[in-house]
């Protein structure tokens, strides 16, 4: 196999591997909201919702960063 193909390979394979990590992160967030309905004073839970909405964002960031990145290795190729 050439270089290129592994390098599409491998991006393939990061590509859905952060796709499952940003359904956890969703899902999750997705069940601390209906948790937080019934028991809002629930002080931990509403940390852990508010520290997966940071990593939520963080990760969209990174992901958007990432694919700017290849787009650009793309155009000069």
Do not use: C
């Not at 390098?7 to 859905?16: D, G, M």
């Not at 940003?22 to 899902?27: A, G, K, P, R, W």
């Not at 629930?42 to 958007?64: N, P």
Request: hydrophobic share 35%.
């Amino acid at each position: 196999m050439n270089k290129g193909w592994k390098q599409l390979k491998k991006n393939t394979e990061r590509f859905h591997s952060s796709r499952d990590v940003l359904y956890e992160i969703e899902q999750t967030i997705a069940e601390l909201e209906i948790y937080l309905k019934t028991n809002p004073e629930d002080e931990i839970a509403m940390i852990q919702y508010q520290q997966f909405l940071d990593k939520r964002k963080g990760f969209r960031l990174l992901w958007a960063e990432a694919y700017e990145q290849l787009s650009l290795r793309e155009m000069q190729a």
